[in-house]
C-alpha cells in the first residue's frame, strides 16, 4: 500500500511540475506578438525567473520522496543508460540551474552577431560559442533556450524520413528512391545510340593520365581548403552516389597500356611490371535493365543510394541494415564493449566491402614485411557502419565515427529528457537531427567553401524537383575533389609539439619509392598504403583525434589538373589487379556512361553564350577555357596539340572539366552542375530541415540547427578543448578569422605558413598556418607498394582434383562392390553346389566324374557328368542330372589327346584337345578331384590304346587358346554356308579365301553335332542311320565331301536316288534289302523322333497292311524295287524336290526356287493348290506325303477312330509353274477316304525385298511400332527441351551473365538438367504398375504400348543417365571457371549464396558449402550407384542388390528438390515436371499398399528344357478369376516389393495356380535359378505375394458359335488356361453355345512344345464332342536352315497320315511351316461354318501377329458372309 501511495505522490508532483511548465509556455505564447511564436529573450527570462522563484519549494516538497522511490523509479524507467537515469524532476533542476549561465550567453551572440556577414560568416542567428561543455553543445541543440517542451508527452505523429527514399516524394514515390536510374543533363551519345561506350575513338584513358594529370604532389591549396574538407567531401559523394557496383552480368570494358607510356616511364608504371597484364581491368556499371533495348531507351545507370541528404552513410539505405548498427537501448547505435566512442565491430558478417588491402605490415596478416600476394582480410576487422565502402581509407572511417559519435551523444540527451521515450522514439528523434545537422553542414558550410560563395536562399519544397544525380554529376563533375586529394594524412597532438617530427624521413614502407630506410613516420598516414585497413589508426593511442587535428591543419592539394599519384596510379583494386589508375578509370567511366564530349556538354548546357567551340582550333580553346592550368604548366598546350591533334570533338568532359579548375575551385562546367545537382537536392527534398511544413522541426529548432557548425560537433563528440583546433575546420587557421592556440600558431607559422585566398567573394588574402603538405620528401621511404595479382583458383586445385577424382573412385568402388557381391554370392553358390555334389557323388557309380565344364566366355561354366566308356572308345559329356547327353567325344579313329592342366592358385582346370572336336575343359572342386580324374582319364587311354600328352599351362592362356564351342559353331555355319553354296551352286557360292577355305574342307561334322543340326536326339535310331548311311568312310565323322553328296542328293538328285536314299538309311546290314524289321525300325524311329510308341500288335497290323496293299504280303525282305513298289506311282514327284535352304547369307538362293504361300486343301486335291504356282521343293513334298499316305490305307474302323471330322490333308510349300495332275481314278479313291472339308490352312513365307539385316529392321519396326513412336514422341520431347533450355541461356538470358563466364558450358548444363528433371519424373510415370494395370484394361492399350512401360523405363533411364553424365561434365567445367571469377562477379550472378566479403568463394565453398553443390556431389554419387547396380550384370547376379539399391529413388527426389532450392541460376523449377507424375505415382503406392500381402507357398516348381519354369501354387480363399486372367507375382527369396506380371495357365475350376514362366530377364532368370533344384538342395521352396487377378479375359469366346484363338509364343499362355476349361467342360458334358474351337499357336521354333503338350493332349483325350481343332505353325522354317527341315517335315507328314497325330508332339494337333495366311483361314470358315454370322477372334501375342489378324479380320468384314469379332493383348 505505502508502495502504491508513493507512486501517486510522485506522478502527481511530476504532473504538478509539468502543468506549471505548460502553463508558463501557454501564457508566453498569448503574449508573444511573434507571428511565427517563437519565444522572445524576455519571454525565457520571464519563465527562468518563475522557475528560479520556485525552485526552493519544489525541492523541499520532493525531496523525501525521491529519496525513498530512486531505486524503484529507476526500475520503472523503460531503458537503462550508462548514466543515472534522470527523472523528469531532476531534469528540470538541472536546466534551471543552468539557465543563469544561458542568459549571459545570450548576450554574448547578441554581441558577435552584429559583425558584418560574409561567406565565411554564418547567417546571423544565435550562435552556440558561449557553450563551454561538450555535453552542453547537443543540449543547446536541443532545447535552446529551455526544454524541449513541445514533446514532453512525446508527439506519435512525426513522419519520420524513410531509408530508401521511398515516398520522399508522395506525387512520385519512386523519385529519389534506391535502385533508380539516373537522370541526363544532357542526350547519350552512345557509340550505337543505344549502350555501347562512347569515345571508341579517343584517345586511350591511360596515356590522357599520364599526360594532363601528372604532376608533383605536395603542392598547397590557394584557397585554405583543409584536408579535412577533401575527405569530408569523399564523405558527402558516399552519402548522395553510389554507381561503383558492376553490372551484373560483368561487361568488362578494359583500358589497353599504351606502349608510348610504357616506353617513356618504364618501371614507373607498377602495375604493369609487377601483375604482367596489359589490360587494367574494368567492369561496366549497374544499369538499369530495361533500357539499353532501343534508341528511344538508352541505357541508363543506376544510383544504388539515395540522392538526398538522408544520412544514408551513417544509418545504411535500408531498414534491415540500420537494425544491425542499433543497440536497441536507448536509441542508440550499437557502439564497441571496450571503446564505446567507436562503433561495433561487424563480428556479425555484414556485407561490408572489403577489397584486399595493399601488401604491407598488418596485424591481421602477421607479418611485417610486405607480401608479394594479395589477400582479403576478415571483415570482422571492421566496424558496422551505414556505409559499406566507409573503410576505404582511415580518413573516411574519421567520418563515419563522427556522426556515429554525435547520434549517440543526442539520443544520450534525448533519453536523459525524456526517460519515458521507447528506444525506437528516442533512435528516430536522434537521427532525424543528425540528418539535419549534416543537411546543415554540407549546404551552408561545406559547398559555400568549395564555390566560394553559398547557394541561392532556400524557398521552400518544390515537389516538382527531380533530385536524382546527373550521370554527368556522376561520372565528371563531383569528382574534382580527386584533384584536392593528398597523398597522405598528418596526425597532430594538442599542443603541436609532434609536428617538428612530421619532416623526419620515414621507413618501413617498402615502396617504390626507394630511398634510404630510417624511422617510420607515424606522424603521416600515406593514403596508398592504408586503404582498406583505417581501424588502426583510430583506435590506437588517440588517433581518432590526433587525426582530425591533422587533418583540420593539412592543406589540401591546389586546385589544378594534377592529381596525386596516390590516386592516379596506385588506387585500390581487385585481387588480381591490386592497383589502377583511378583518373583513367574516371574517364573511361564517363564513356561507358555515354557521356558525350567536353565541347558538346559546355553547348548543350549553354555555358558558352550560344556560341559553338567545336571548330576553333584547340590551342584557342585552351587559351579560352584552361589558362589557369595553361600558366601552371605550359607543355599541357603541346601536349593538347599532339594528343588530339586538333580534333576537338575528342576531348572526353573529364579531361576539359579537370582543366577549367580555376584558381580558387571547380571550373564552370564542373560547377554549373554540382550546383544544379546540390540546389535539386535541397528544394525536392521533403523532409530537409527548413521546410516548416514537414513538422518536424519548430522555427526556434531550424534556426538553431542553422546555427550549428561541423566545429560545434566535433567540440561535443571528442575532448578536443577550445583553441585546439580553429572554428572554421573546412579552411585553414589563420591568425585573425580562424585563429587556433597560441602554441600551435608558433609551430605552424615556423612549420609552413603562406599566404591563401580565404575568401575569393572579397577577395580576402591571409596568412593560412599549415601543418604542410605530404610532398614527396616526406614520404620518400614509403612510396605506394607495387601491384600485384592473384590466381582466384589458387588453393582449390587439389580440391578440385580430388573431389572428381573421388566421385570417380567411388563409381569404381561401386563396381568392385559388384564384383565382389557376385564373388561373394558365386562363393555361396558354389559352396551349396558343391554340398549337393558331394551327396550325388555318394549316389553314383565311380565311372561318373562330377565336374564343370566351360563352355565359353559367354556362357561360362555348367554342371556336368563324365563317363568314360571303354566299350565304346567315347567320353560321353551329360548335364549334371544324367538325363540329357550334351557331347560325346568318340576315340575309336584318334591315336592321341594332349591333356592340359592349369597352373592357377587352385589348380583345378583340365582341358582335353581331340582332333576334329572342340575342347573339352573342365573345372573341378579341388585339385584332388582334378588329379583323380586326370589319372582315371590316363587309365581310360591306356586302356583303349589312344596316346596322350600332359602339359601344365598357365589357365589365362588356356582359356585364351581353347577351342571353345563359340568357336567351332562359327566353323560350323561357315562349313554350312559353303556346302549349301555348292549344293545349289550357281552364281552365288561363297567366296572363301585359301585360309578359310581349308578350315571349311577340314571340317568334320561328330554324331552329335550332326544331331544337334537336325535338333534331335544323338541317341536317336534315326540319327544313328542316317549318320552311319553318310559316312561312307566309317571314320566317325562327316566329313566335307560326304556332307555334301548327301545334300547335293537332296537338293537335285532324281526319285530313285531320294528314295535309294531312305532305302539305304535303314539297310543295316548293307546286303540291299531291309528286313521286316528293319523297316519297323524306319516307321518305330519316326515315333521315337517325337517320344511317343505303339504296341507291337499296331506296328503289326500297320505293316501287314501296308504289304498287302503294294501286293507283297508274303514277303519277309524287301529289295529296293519293292520299296519303290510301296511309294507308288508317287515317286515320280521326288525328282521335283529342290531344297530351300536358308544357312546365313544363302537366303538369296532359296528366294530364287522358292514361292510365297502353302496351300493345304482338301478332298480330292481340292483347295486352292490348283490355283497357284508351286516350287518342286513343294510339289516333291506333297509327293512324298501322297505316297506316304498309302500306308494310311486301312479299315473303314482304323479311319474313322483315327481321322478326325474336320482334318487338314497336307501342307506344301512354294510355286511353282504348273502343278502336275494326279490321274483321275487315284484322285477319285482320295475323295472316298477322305471326309470333305471346306477349311483351308495356307502358310506363308516372310516377304523379303533385300537384305537379311533390313529384313530384320523391318519385322523389328513393324513389331514394336506403338513403342517406336512413343520413343520417338519422348524422344522429341527430350530433344525440345534441350534445345529451349539451351537456347535460352545462350541468347534470352545474356542479363543473367553465367554464360559469360563458363561459356558454352552453361549452356549444356541447362539444357541437360532440364532434360534430367523432365527424364527423373516421367520415369516415375512407368513405375505406376497399378495405374499402367487399369489403363491396360481400356481401349487406351491400343494405341499406348503399356506393356512396354520397363522398356520404357530402361530408354527414359538411360537418358536420365546420359544428361546426368553431361550436366555433371558441364559443371566440372563451370566450377572451374566459377571459381577462377572475381568475387564481386559472382557474387552478382549467384545472389541467393551469401558468403562474408572477405571469403573467397573458391571451388570448395561451391562444392562442399553449399546445398546445391553437395547435393550435386550426392546425386552423382546416388546416380553412379543405382546405375552401376541396374545393370544386366547386377539383375543376373545379385537381383537383391540390385533391388535395394533403386529403391533409394525416395533419397533421389529428395536430393533433387535440395539441389534446386539453392537457385544458384534460376529459381525451382523440378515442381513443374514433377507434380503430376508424384502425384500419380503416390497413389499408386497407396494402392499396393492397400493391398493384404499373404505368403503363398509354392507346391511344385518344373524347370522345362526350353528355360520354362513352371510354378504350381496354392489358390489362395477366395481368390476367383477367369480363363485368360494374369497376375502379378513376388518371390520372397529376390525382393517382397518387385512384382512381375504372368498369365494364369490353370482353370478357372483347379484348385492349384499355374504360370509358365519363360526366362528371358533378369527377374525371370534370377526366379528360374531360385527354384532350381540344384540351387535349393533340401530347402522348401521360396514362398511368393500375389496380387491379382487382372484383365478381362478371353470368356467370351463362349458366346460366339465358332471361335478362333490365335496365341503367338508365350502368349499362348492365356489360351491355355482356355483349353483346361474346354476339357474341363467337355468332361461334363455341358451343353454351351460354342460349337467349334480352333486353336492357332504361332511360334518360331518347335523347342517351345514340351511345356504346353500335356495341355493340349488332356483337351485332345477329352474332347469327346471334337469342339477343338489345333493347328501349330512354325515360322523358322523359311528363316534358318537346319537340316531337318526337309526330313522332319517328311517324318511328320508321314507319321500324321499314320497314327493321326505329330511327330513332335504326340498330339493330334497339325503341325505346319511357316506364317498362317489368317485371311485364307478365315475366309474359309464362312465355307466350312455357312449358317455362322458371327465369329469371334482371339489373338493374344506380339504386335505384328495381333495386326496381322485385326487385318484379315476387316478384310473379311468388308466383304458379305460373318462377321469377324476380334479382340486382341499384346505382350
Given at each position: ?202 584517345p586511350n584513358p591511360i596515356l590522357l593520365s599520364e599526360a594532363f594529370m601528372n604532376g608533383e604532389i605536395g603542392q598547397t591549396s590557394n584557397t585554405g581548403k583543409t584536408a579535412f574538407f577533401v575527405f569530408f567531401g569523399q564523405q558527402i559523394v558516399e552519402e548522395i552516389l553510389d554507381a561503383q557496383n ?1526
Open positions: 500500500m505505502l508502495q502504491i501511495i508513493s507512486s501517486l505522490i510522485v506522478c502527481y508532483l511530476w504532473l504538478y511540475c509539468m502543468s506549471i511548465t505548460i502553463t508558463t509556455a501557454v501564457d508566453s505564447r498569448r503574449g508573444d506578438d511573434n507571428i511565427d511564436g517563437v519565444l522572445t529573450d524576455a519571454d525565457a527570462d520571464r519563465y527562468d525567473n518563475r522557475l528560479v522563484n520556485e525552485l526552493p519549494a519544489f525541492e523541499s516538497m520532493i525531496s523525501s520522496v525521491v529519496d525513498r522511490q530512486k531505486s524503484r523509479r529507476r526500475h520503472r524507467l523503460t531503458t537503462t543508460t550508462t548514466t543515472t537515469p534522470l527523472t523528469p524532476n531532476q531534469s528540470q533542476l538541472r536546466y534551471i540551474r543552468q539557465n543563469h549561465r544561458r542568459q549571459r550567453q545570450r548576450l554574448q551572440r547578441q554581441q558577435s552577431s552584429n559583425r558584418p556577414t560574409n561567406v565565411n560568416t554564418v547567417r546571423d542567428k544565435p550562435r552556440p560559442e558561449s557553450v563551454t561543455s561538450r555535453q552542453d553543445i547537443p543540449k543547446w541543440l536541443l532545447f535552446g533556450g529551455g526544454s524541449d517542451l513541445r514533446k514532453v508527452d512525446g508527439d506519435d505523429n512525426v513522419e519520420y524520413e524513410g531509408y530508401d527514399g521511398w515516398y520522399n516524394n508522395l506525387g512520385r514515390p519512386d523519385l529519389g528512391a534506391v535502385d533508380q536510374p539516373m537522370m541526363r543533363l544532357v542526350g547519350p551519345k552512345y557509340s550505337d545510340g543505344v549502350y555501347q561506350p562512347s569515345g571508341v575513338d579517343r558492376p553490372g551484373c552480368p560483368p561487361e568488362f570494358i578494359p583500358i589497353q597500356f599504351p606502349r608510348s607510356v610504357l616506353a617513356a616511364n618504364g618501371s614507373l608504371v607498377p602495375y604493369r611490371h609487377s601483375t604482367g597484364h596489359t589490360w587494367m581491368p574494368l567492369r561496366r556499371s549497374r544499369y538499369a535493365l530495361h533500357t539499353g533495348l532501343s534508341p528511344n531507351s538508352p541505357r541508363q545507370q543506376l544510383n544504388e543510394v539515395t540522392p538526398w541528404l538522408d544520412g544514408g552513410l551513417m544509418y545504411g539505405t535500408a531498414k534491415g541494415w540500420s537494425d544491425t548498427l542499433r543497440s536497441f537501448r536507448d536509441g542508440q547505435l550499437a557502439s564497441h564493449m571496450d571503446r564505446r566512442e567507436f562503433p561495433v565491430y561487424n563480428d556479425i558478417n555484414l556485407p561490408m566491402a572489403n577489397p584486399p588491402p595493399p601488401s604491407g605490415p598488418h596485424k591481421w596478416t602477421n607479418s611485417k614485411q610486405p607480401e608479394q600476394r594479395p589477400r582479403l582480410l576478415p571483415v570482422k576487422r571492421l566496424f558496422r557502419l551505414g556505409n559499406p565502402r566507409g573503410h576505404e581509407n582511415p580518413f573516411l572511417l574519421t567520418m563515419g565515427v563522427i556522426w556515429f559519435r554525435w547520434h549517440n551523444q543526442l539520443a544520450e540527451q534525448l533519453t536523459a529528457a525524456h526517460p519515458y521515450w521507447s528506444d525506437e522514439k528516442v533512435y528516430n528523434e536522434a537521427r532525424k537531427w543528425v540528418i539535419a545537422s549534416y543537411q546543415q553542414i554540407v549546404h551552408n558550410e561545406w559547398l559555400p567553401i568549395l564555390f566560394g560563395q553559398p547557394l541561392p536562399a532556400y524557398r521552400g519544397y518544390d515537389h516538382s524537383v527531380d533530385p536524382q544525380i546527373s550521370i554527368m554529376f556522376q561520372s565528371a563533375a563531383f569528382r574534382f575533389g580527386h584533384t584536392l586529394v593528398t597523398a597522405g594524412g598528418i596526425k597532430r597532438n594538442r599542443d603541436c609539439s609532434s609536428v617538428d617530427r612530421l619532416d623526419i624521413s620515414g621507413g618501413g614502407g617498402g615502396g617504390s619509392g626507394g630511398g634510404d630506410s630510417g624511422q617510420f613516420n607515424d606522424r603521416i598516414v600515406r593514403t596508398c598504403n592504408s586503404y582498406w585497413k583505417p581501424v588502426d589508426h583510430l583506435v590506437d593511442n588517440g588517433g581518432f583525434e590526433e587525426l582530425i587535428m591533422g587533418l583540420t591543419g593539412q592543406p589540401a592539394e591546389r586546385e589544378d589538373n594534377v592529381v596525386v599519384e596516390d590516386l592516379r596510379g596506385s588506387v585500390f583494386g581487385s585481387l588480381e589487379f591490386t592497383r589502377r589508375d583511378l583518373m583513367a578509370i574516371n574517364i573511361q567511366r564517363g564513356r561507358d556512361h555515354g557521356l558525350p564530349d567536353y565541347l558538346t556538354a559546355r553547348h548543350e548546357l549553354g555555358l558558352d553564350g550560344g556560341e559553338d567551340l567545336s571548330g576553333q582550333p584547340i590551342e584557342t580553346i585552351a587559351n579560352r577555357l584552361w589558362k589557369y592550368n595553361i600558366e601552371l604548366s605550359p607543355v599541357l598546350a603541346d601536349k593538347l596539340v599532339k594528343i588530339y591533334r586538333n580534333r576537338t570533338d575528342k576531348i572526353d568532359i573529364w579531361v576539359g572539366g579537370l582543366l577549367e579548375t580555376t584558381r580558387t575551385g571547380p571550373g564552370e562546367l564542373f560547377t554549373y552542375v554540382i550546383r544544379d545537382q546540390f540546389r535539386r537536392i535541397r528544394d525536392g527534398d521533403r523532409f530537409w530541415f527548413e521546410n516548416n511544413n514537414s513538422r518536424l522541426f519548430t522555427n526556434d529548432e531550424i534556426k538553431r540547427l542553422q546555427s550549428l557548425t561541423i566545429y560545434d560537433i566535433i567540440r561535443s563528440i571528442t575532448d578536443i578543448k577550445f583553441g585546439e583546433i580553429q572554428p572554421k575546420l573546412f579552411q585553414l587557421p589563420t591568425e585573425s578569422s580562424n585563429p587556433i592556440s597560441p602554441e600551435c600558431t608558433e609551430a605552424m607559422s615556423r612549420l609552413h605558413a603562406y599566404d591563401c585566398l580565404t575568401d575569393p567573394v572579397l577577395n580576402t588574402t591571409e596568412r593560412c598556418l599549415s601543418l604542410g603538405s605530404v610532398s614527396r620528401q616526406r614520404v620518400v621511404n614509403d612510396g605506394c607498394t607495387a601491384a600485384h595479382t592473384y590466381d582466384y583458383m589458387l588453393g582449390s586445385e587439389w580440391s578440385y582434383a580430388l573431389t572428381f577424382f573421388g566421385v570417380g573412385v567411388f563409381g569404381l568402388g561401386c563396381l568392385l562392390a559388384l564384383k565382389c557381391m557376385t564373388a561373394r554370392r558365386t562363393a555361396v553358390n558354389e559352396r551349396l553346389r558343391k554340398s549337393n555334389s558331394r551327396m550325388k557323388r555318394m549316389s553314383l557309380s565311380d565311372d561318373i566324374t562330377l565336374a564343370q565344364e566351360w563352355v565359353g566366355k559367354r556362357e561360362g561354366l555348367r554342371p556336368v557328368q563324365i563317363n568314360c566308356k571303354s566299350s565304346r572308345k567315347s567320353i560321353v559329356v551329360k548335364l549334371e542330372n544324367g538325363q540329357k547327353p550334351v557331347r560325346c567325344i568318340d576315340l575309336r579313329e584318334i591315336r592321341a589327346i594332349d591333356i592340359q592342366a592349369s597352373t592357377n592358385r587352385r589348380q583345378d582346370y583340365l582341358l582335353l584337345k581331340v582332333t576334329n572336336e572342340y575342347d573339352l575343359m573342365l573345372k573341378f572342386d579341388s585339385y584332388y578331384d582334378r588329379e583323380r580324374f586326370g589319372s582315371k582319364v590316363e587309365l581310360f587311354l591306356e586302356e583303349i590304346g589312344v596316346g596322350r600328352e600332359r602339359q601344365e599351362i598357365d589357365l589365362k592362356t588356356m582359356m585364351r587358346t581353347a577351342y571353345t564351342k563359340e568357336n567351332r559353331q562359327k566353323h560350323l555355319e561357315q562349313f554350312f554356308r559353303v556346302v549349301f553354296s555348292h549344293a545349289f551352286g550357281g552364281k552365288n557360292r561363297e567366296r572363301l579365301n585359301v585360309k578359310t577355305a581349308q578350315q571349311v574342307i577340314r571340317t568334320e561334322l561328330t554324331q552329335y553335332e550332326f544331331a544337334d543340326a537336325l535338333s534331335m536326339r544323338p541317341d536317336s535310331t534315326f540319327v544313328q542311320q542316317m549318320f552311319a548311311l553318310v559316312d561312307k568312310d566309317n571314320n566317325g565323322y562327316i566329313s566335307f565331301r560326304e556332307f555334301l553328296d548327301m545334300i547335293i542328293i537332296f537338293a537335285k538328285g532324281s526319285a530313285d536316288q531320294k528314295a535309294k536314299l531312305m532305302f539305304d538309311m535303314y539297310d543295316m546290314s548293307r546286303t540291299g534289302k531291309l528286313t521286316v524289321d528293319e523297316f519297323k525300325t524306319m516307321i518305330r524311329s519316326m515315333l521315337e523322333l517325337a517320344n511317343q510308341s505303339i504296341s507291337g500288335q499296331q506296328m503289326d497290323e500297320v505293316i501287314g497292311s501296308m504289304f498287302r496293299s503294294a501286293g507283297l504280303r508274303s514277303r519277309q525282305e524287301l529289295t529296293f524295287q519293292d520299296f519303290q513298289k510301296l511309294l507308288g506311282e508317287y515317286k515320280d514327284e521326288l525328282g521335283y524336290a529342290e531344297l530351300n535352304f536358308d544357312v546365313g547369307g544363302i537366303q538369296e538362293v532359296a528366294a530364287k526356287s522358292g514361292g510365297q504361300t502353302t496351300t493345304a486343301a482338301t478332298g480330292g486335291g481340292g483347295g486352292g493348290g490348283g490355283r497357284q504356282r508351286q516350287s518342286a521343293l513343294l510339289r516333291a513334298n506333297d509327293t512324298l506325303i501322297r505316297a506316304y499316305s498309302y500306308f494310311g490305307d486301312v479299315t473303314d474302323r482304323q479311319k474313322k477312330q483315327t481321322l478326325p471330322t474336320i482334318t487338314t490333308t497336307s501342307t506344301t510349300t512354294g510355286t511353282t509353274d504348273q502343278k502336275k495332275q494326279l490321274p483321275q481314278q487315284q484322285q477319285q479313291q482320295h475323295r472316298q477316304q477322305m471326309p470333305i472339308s471346306l477349311l483351308r490352312v495356307e502358310t506363308q513365307e516372310s516377304r523379303r525385298s533385300g537384305p537379311e539385316w533390313l529384313t530384320v529392321w523391318k519385322r523389328c519396326i513393324d513389331e514394336y511400332k506403338l513403342e517406336i513412336f512413343w520413343i520417338t514422341i519422348y524422344t522429341a520431347i527430350i530433344v525440345y527441351i534441350f534445345i529451349d533450355k539451351s537456347y535460352t541461356y545462350t541468347y534470352l538470358r545474356e542479363h543473367g551473365g553465367l554464360r559469360q563466364i563458363a561459356g558454352l558450358g552453361v549452356t549444356l548444363t541447362r539444357g541437360a538438367a532440364s532434360v534430367q528433371m523432365f527424364c527423373y519424373s516421367t520415369i516415375l510415370l512407368t513405375m505406376c504398375r497399378n495405374i499402367l494395370t487399369f489403363l491396360r484394361e481400356t481401349f487406351v492399350h491400343r494405341f499406348v504400348p503399356f506393356d512396354g512401360a520397363v522398356s520404357l523405363h530402361k530408354y527414359i533411364a538411360f537418358w536420365a543417365l546420359v544428361m546426368s553424365i553431361i550436366h555433371s561434365i558441364g559443371h566440372a567445367v563451370n566450377f572451374y571457371h566459377i571459381s577462377t571469377q572475381n568475387p564481386d562477379d559472382t557474387s552478382c550472378l549467384f545472389r541467393e549464396f551469401y558468403h562474408s566479403s572477405h571469403v573467397l568463394p573458391d571451388f570448395v565453398y561451391w562444392c562442399w558449402c553449399t546445398i546445391t553443390g553437395i547435393t550435386g556431389v550426392l546425386l552423382l554419387c546416388l546416380v553412379l550407384l543405382m546405375y552401376v547396380f541396374a545393370i544386366q550384370y547386377s539383375r543376373r547376379n545379385i537381383f537383391n542388390a540390385f533391388w535395394a539399391t533403386h529403391n533409394l529413388y525416395p533419397l533421389l527426389y529428395i536430393l533433387m528438390v535440395l539441389h534446386g532450392l539453392g537457385r544458384i541460376v534460376q529459381a525451382p523449377i523440378f515442381y513443374q515436371y514433377f507434380t503430376i507424375p508424384i502425384i500419380l505415382f503416390t497413389i499408386d503406392r497407396l494402392i499396393s499398399v492397400s493391398r493384404k500381402k499373404v505368403e503363398i507357398s509354392v507346391k511344385r516348381a518344373v524347370l522345362h528344357p526350353s528355360d520354362v519354369t513352371h510354378l504350381e501354387f496354392k489358390k489362395p480363399v477366395g481368390f476367383e478369376y477367369k480363363s485368360g486372367q494374369w497376375v502379378r507375382i513376388a518371390c520372397l527369396a529376390l525382393s517382397s516389393s518387385e512384382y512381375h506380371p504372368f498369365t494364369l495357365a490353370s482353370a478357372p475350376h483347379e484348385d492349384n495356380l499355374s504360370l509358365y514362366i519363360r526366362a528371358v530377364g533378369p527377374f525371370t532368370k534370377n526366379l528360374r535359378q531360385t527354384y532350381d533344384p540344384n540351387n535349393l538342395g533340401s530347402r522348401p521352396y521360396p514362398k511368393l505375394y500375389l496380387d491379382g487377378p487382372y484383365g478381362e479375359g478371353h470368356q467370351d469366346w463362349l458366346k460366339f458359335d465358332v471361335a478362333v484363338l490365335v496365341g503367338g509364343g508365350i502368349g499362348v499362355t492365356p489360351f491355355a488356361s482356355i483349353l483346361k476349361d474346354i476339357a474341363f467342360n467337355s468332361g461334363l458334358n455341358r451343353q454351351i453355345q460354342c460349337k467349334k474351337v480352333y486353336f492357332l499357336w504361332v511360334t518360331r521354333t518347335q523347342k517351345h512344345f514340351e511345356w504346353l503338350s500335356d495341355v493340349i493332349r488332356d483337351t485332345e483325350d477329352r474332347d469327346q464332342s471334337n469342339l477343338l481343332t489345333t493347328h501349330i505353325f512354325i515360322t523358322q522354317f523359311y528363316e534358318k536352315f537346319d537340316l531337318r527341315t526337309t526330313m522332319l517335315y517328311i517324318c511328320e507328314r508321314h507319321f500324321q497320315r499314320i497314327s493321326n497325330k505329330s511327330l513332335f508332339t504326340g498330339l493330334k494337333a497339325k503341325t505346319h511351316f511357316g506364317r498362317p495366311n489368317f485371311t485364307v483361314f478365315l475366309d474359309s470358315l464362312q465355307q466350312e461354318h455357312p449358317m455362322v454370322n458371327r465369329v469371334g477372334v482371339f489373338s493374344c501375342g506380339p504386335g505384328p501377329m495381333t495386326s496381322s489378324v485385326q487385318e484379315a479380320c476387316e478384310t473379311l468384314n468388308r466383304r458379305e458372309g460373318a462377321i469377324f469379332c476380334h479382340h486382341f493383348e499384346n505382350f
